[in-house]
């Protein structure tokens, strides 16, 4: 008999026929009689002093219900605890074009349109940072009066081990400089929310968010009314990859002017409003400096990251920290330091985007790394490969391997590309190159404080066979929702027809903290396999009586329960159901999940750590056209280590949809701004690929379960980004010969280093250094006594 | 989402009723065919016509007529998706299939009209904007403003002339079929244009574009080139069509080289067309004529890409349209 029924099963997701008919409700088809619709102003100025704002004709305009501005959404909010530099609309000054100082609430979005046009706002200009090191030349009035100082919104420098002694005992040391430029999320569905406030003072909101739990409790927090008295529905999103985070000044203030009108407000950004909510990648600056031993294993790697964070806080600290934790995950390092550093510059504000933080370090990493091998003479594949971290250890930061099929992962993945033939071997203008990459599954610990679970699910039992699952779980569309499916009824026994969901609404169904660091797979299924062993055990107790067999005789599959030595005695899961809730009273049970306790004993430790960790190796093939720089991707062969694949066909998905999101960022997608204000804020301008640009992507799934997470499995949704921009970039260079030091890379790019090359000087494009700061003195870290020892040689 | 300003939305049933709509409505209407470039337009306020003269209820301007040998007739409310697969072109002009393929997306070349892509606006990426981006950067003088964006100091609008067909219809040496309340014109399609961002057509606003006349093929050899940054959506950063004729030894008897969406209007570099007259088209002398070709070209920095890059992709461009049209192997098509 196959181990399960469901679980490993390609099967359709379970929302999958209504997403394609159209049946399925998105924020902006929800609608409520009498409801208003309400439009947001921006900011004019990069950087302003919002001296008077008056609202009276706007106010007068027929059809208008109400006007807001930040005097009416004064407090202070931040999705960190120590980064509550944000209100629902800017209330003392404007802090990039697009920043959003007023609402208006009319009978039709057209009416609402015209009346912003009607407010008069009087603006005092200030000077303006929109880069690193206009941020850090601080001209004048700091953007934010909080963080580290002046513009820094945060400084970070720790030291694990001793790194001065593992440079002074390699046979090769080199420093190099990367830049990896912002890009958004871009999902197809613009953020929406509808907000109703009732008679009974209670505020109801519907949004396209992936953490109705976080947005719970600040929402709470910005309008100053009790979380008892808020309900958060998430909509079905059309598109996260983290951008929708956070709690929105659109959110806010759709219930605001709920709560003043006592009318619905339902809010739909626009997509250049979508470029300004942001919270998209970092532009970020690295230097690394990494001394490695002739046979190219590490002995120390010291690494300083930039971050252009853009107006406000937002995820920022931990994005810093990222910028500097996963390095340490693939390959041995026995001594670590890390300097990080974020400024505010007059932006929308970077955050979340698939990878949090890390495909930049991981971009500088393994194209370093690639230049190294050449350097001595090794191969790209076994200077990875021979080097790899251990299972079941830790790393010199503190952080619990578990389960690493890396090995596997680039085995298959270089015989499969052929990489060893190909790699210096393809004729001038085609190149492979080659990236590993790592992320976690599920961060270990919450955004603010507690140690509640961090999900949990609950399911109820019903007399004909149906089974209710809750969970607070927001779907993005990697199918979650389906996942909950799956594993309840893979542990029931039943079939996916039993199964009803009620999912992500604050008053039904049990926290869970979200859909982002790629958890729900693990923490939620964990949770969920936890209800339904509860109630499977009452299920077979009821019906080894009615058998009169002993427990351990039966087994839950397909519907019926029955014994193990003789299918024919068995019980329908209904009637086992039936007997079960006569003697038990109603059939109701819940699962939790909380992290095992993983950060280690030093400050900054809280960010990095996940009960386990999947790994990716990537190749990527392609032709460069010397003349014009362009570069054509032939073929992407990705090996991506989930432990267990739940359902094979999402994990395929979700791998895919790394990858090109991965291409995306590397060939082309940049957040760029010109005279203070976003460049290309529309879908036609901001260059993300098409199919015509996705090249035929092999897929190989490499399943060694974890022994923490369901039924093994890891993550899937972020981790197979990393690695393609830096196997894109070691392609280019094997192709052609240039190093394109920056993402992304562009036909402009290549031709430059082309010419460069030409005229013999180093074919490289790439920044040219990093800013001059001082780090403070770094906190240092005794390596964990599991972590790879620096060896006397 | 971004919502339309109100309208009136007049459809009428003839020629005849739409160039009288137009006349009375006077400088109050516009002229709407497919709406792929005129709605978006409208959502970001660029325009705010009181009326709109929909031409897609008029059967007389769907016509396609003519043989390879008499030449084509071409309504101007063909689609673009009709231009490029309809055999009866694609085989007789492939450069003009192939760019009128090679407009935005299969959706919009679905609703977009070979006349609609001919008098296309120019573009501008201080100008393709929503009101709220040009409020806040400060409007410009093809709307709203008095001053040039890309090029300060300037008298005049650089907006960039970015239709992909118009280049092609000016190397086949087409004409283009005007009426107007004052009758019926017809002019080279070069004469349509003027080098002005604003004014770039001499069309009059109360006239419409009815047909396409492309002469008798003859033997001439066509190809389109197109920059951009991506396989579909993307307008032309520069685009390269070129017509050659060709002697049976191989020398060339007739050459036009035509740029687009480096200027306001299609740029035709006759100095490079001299250079192949007479001659046998070697690599040499493609290359001669493609570097020529590419001198009269001035991008300005208000397109996707930068300006350097398009400049000098225009040689490369234009050798490998002329090596494509000459026939010679080794480049892949765009």
């Not at chain 1, 940049?670 to 005279?675: T, V």
Request: proline share 7%; charged share 20%; net charge neutral.
């Amino acid at each position: 008999m196959e181990e399960f029924d469901i679980i490993g099963q390609p099967l359709p997701k379970v929302d999958a026929v209504n997403k394609v008919t159209g049946a399925t409700p998105f924020a902006d088809d929800l609608s409520l009689p009498r409801m208003l619709y309400a439009k947001l102003l921006g900011c004019h100025h990069p950087h302003a002093r919002l001296k008077a704002i008056d609202t009276t004709q706007a106010t007068a305009l027929p059809g208008v219900v109400a006007v807001i501005t930040g005097a009416d959404l004064p407090v202070k909010y931040g999705i960190i605890p120590s980064s509550q530099d944000e209100t629902g609309l800017a209330g003392d000054k404007g802090r990039f074009v697009g920043d959003p100082i007023a609402a208006v609430a009319a009978v039709d979005e057209e009416t609402a349109e015209r009346a912003l046009e009607l407010i008069q706002v009087e603006y005092e200009a200030l000077p303006a940072y929109l880069s690193i090191e206009e941020a850090l030349d601080q001209k004048g009035e700091p953007i934010h009066d909080s963080g580290d100082q002046g513009n820094i919104h945060k400084l970070v420098s720790l030291e694990y081990g001793d790194p001065q002694a593992g440079f002074s005992q390699a046979d090769y040391v080199r420093d190099d400089t990367f830049f990896y430029q912002g890009n958004t999320h871009l999902p197809i569905e613009q953020h929406a929310a509808l907000a109703h406030y009732t008679a009974d003072s209670r505020l109801t909101l519907w949004s396209s968010t992936q953490t109705p739990h976080y947005v719970h409790r600040l929402l709470s927090k910005a309008l100053g009314i009790p979380m008892s008295r808020v309900r958060i529905i998430a909509t079905p999103v059309g598109g996260g990859f983290g951008g929708k985070c956070d709690l929105f000044g659109h959110e806010i203030a759709a219930a605001k002017l709920a709560m003043i009108t006592g009318r619905p407000v339902k809010i739909t950004l626009t997509r250049e409003e979508v470029f300004y909510t942001h919270r998209g990648r970092h532009p970020v600056l690295m230097w690394v400096k990494t001394g490695v031993r002739q046979d190219g294993s590490i002995t120390a790697m010291h690494f300083k990251t930039f971050l252009d964070g853009g107006a406000h806080g937002s995820y920022g600290i931990a994005s810093t920290y990222y910028t500097g934790a996963l390095q340490t995950v693939t390959y041995k390092i026995p001594a670590y330091k890390f300097d990080g550093l974020r400024v505010f510059t007059n932006k929308p504000p970077c955050g979340p985007k698939r990878g949090h933080g890390t495909p930049q370090p991981r971009f500088a990493l393994e194209v370093q790394l690639d230049k190294i091998a050449e350097a001595l003479g090794l191969s790209p594949v076994d200077i990875r490969r021979r080097h790899l971290v251990e299972e079941n250890s830790h790393t010199v930061n503190h952080l619990r391997i578990t389960t690493c099929a890396l090995d596997e992962c680039l085995d298959k993945v270089v015989k499969a590309s052929g990489f060893r033939e190909k790699h210096r071997q393809l004729a001038y203008g085609r190149g492979i190159g080659l990236a590993c990459g790592s992320y976690l599954s599920g961060a270990g610990l919450p955004i603010y404080w507690n140690d509640l679970p961090h999900t949990s699910v609950q399911i109820k039992l019903d007399r004909g066979g149906g089974v209710a699952v809750y969970c607070g779980q927001a779907d993005i569309g990697q199918g979650s929702t389906s996942v909950l499916a799956y594993t309840v009824a893979e542990v029931l026994g039943v079939g996916l027809d039993h199964i009803q969901l009620t999912v992500a609404d604050t008053d039904l169904t049990p926290i869970d903290l979200g859909s982002y660091s790629s958890r729900v797979t693990f923490m939620m299924g964990n949770a969920a396999i936890q209800a339904a062993e509860k109630l499977k055990a009452l299920l077979l107790e009821a019906a080894a009586d009615m058998l009169e067999l002993p427990v351990g005789a039966l087994a839950a599959r397909g519907g019926r329960i029955f014994c193990v030595d003789d299918e024919r005695r068995s019980v329908p899961f209904e009637q086992a159901v039936q007997r079960a809730e006569a003697q038990h009273g109603a059939l109701v049970a819940m699962g939790s999940y909380t992290p095992p306790k993983l950060a280690g004993p030093f400050k900054g430790s809280g960010v990095g750590p996940s009960p386990a960790y999947s790994y990716s190796a990537c190749a990527v093939e392609v032709n460069v056209d010397p003349q014009t720089g362009e570069i054509k991707v032939e073929k992407i062969w990705i090996a991506h280590d989930c432990g267990r694949a739940i359902n094979p066909l999402l994990v395929e998905g979700q791998i895919e949809g790394g990858v090109y999101m991965g291409l995306g960022e590397a060939l082309m997608e940049e957040q760029s701004f010109r005279r203070q204000q976003h460049k290309s804020p529309s879908m036609l301008d901001y260059k993300s690929p098409t199919t015509l640009e996705t090249p035929e992507i092999e897929t190989l799934i490499i399943e060694r379960p974890d022994p923490g997470g369901p039924f093994g499995a890891k993550e899937a949704g972020q981790g197979p980004l990393l690695p393609v921009p830096p196997a894109l970039a070691n392609a280019v260079y094997d192709a052609v010969g240039v190093r394109i030091d920056e993402i992304p890379i562009t036909p402009e790019k290549v031709l430059k280093a082309l010419d460069l090359k030409r005229q013999g000087k180093a074919a490289r494009v790439g920044p040219k250094g990093i800013p001059n700061v001082t780090f403070p003195k770094p906190v240092w870290v005794e390596p964990h006594s599991g972590a790879p020892k620096l060896e006397a040689e | 989402m971004l919502r339309l300003p109100p309208f009136e939305f007049l459809a009428p049933r003839s020629l005849a009723e739409a160039v009288a709509l137009l006349a009375e409505r006077g400088s109050a209407a516009m002229i709407v065919a497919g709406g792929t470039d005129l709605y978006p337009n409208m959502k970001r306020r660029q325009f705010e016509p009181a009326a709109l003269v929909s031409l897609r209820s008029i059967p007389e301007l769907r016509h396609v007529e003519g043989t390879a040998q008499t030449g084509l007739t071409i309504g101007s409310g063909v689609t673009l998706t009709q231009v490029s697969q309809q055999p009866l072109i694609a085989n007789a002009y492939p450069a003009l299939a192939h760019a009128a393929g090679a407009v935005s997306t299969a959706q919009l070349r679905n609703m977009g009209t070979i006349g609609g892509n001919l008098c296309v606006d120019t573009r501008c990426n201080y100008y393709n904007q929503t009101y709220h981006w040009r409020k806040s950067i400060g409007f410009c003088m093809k709307k709203g403003g008095d001053v040039c964006l890309v090029a300060s100091g300037s008298e005049r609008c650089w907006a960039v002339f970015s239709s992909d067909t118009a280049p092609v219809m000016v190397a086949l040496g087409a004409s283009v079929c005007l009426e107007g309340p004052q009758g019926k014109r017809v002019i080279p399609v070069e004469a349509l244009y003027r080098d002005d961002g604003i004014a770039y057509l001499t069309k009059q606003p109360d006239e419409i574009l009815t047909e396409i006349r492309l002469p008798p093929v003859d033997g001439l050899r066509t190809a389109y080139w197109k920059l951009r940054r991506r396989g579909a959506f993307d307008f032309p950063i520069l685009g390269v069509a070129v017509a050659l004729k060709l002697a049976e030894d191989g020398t060339c008897t007739a050459a036009r080289i035509v740029l687009g969406a480096v200027e306001s209007s299609p740029v035709e570099a006759q100095a490079a067309e001299a250079l192949l007259i007479g001659q046998k088209l070697t690599r040499e002398v493609i290359e001669a004529a493609a570097q020529a070709a590419a001198r009269p070209a001035r991008p300005l920095d208000n397109t996707d890409m930068s300006l350097s890059y398009r400049k000098r992709m225009a040689p490369v461009y234009t050798a490998r349209a002329l090596a494509q049209a000459a026939g010679l192997n080794g480049d892949q098509a765009a």
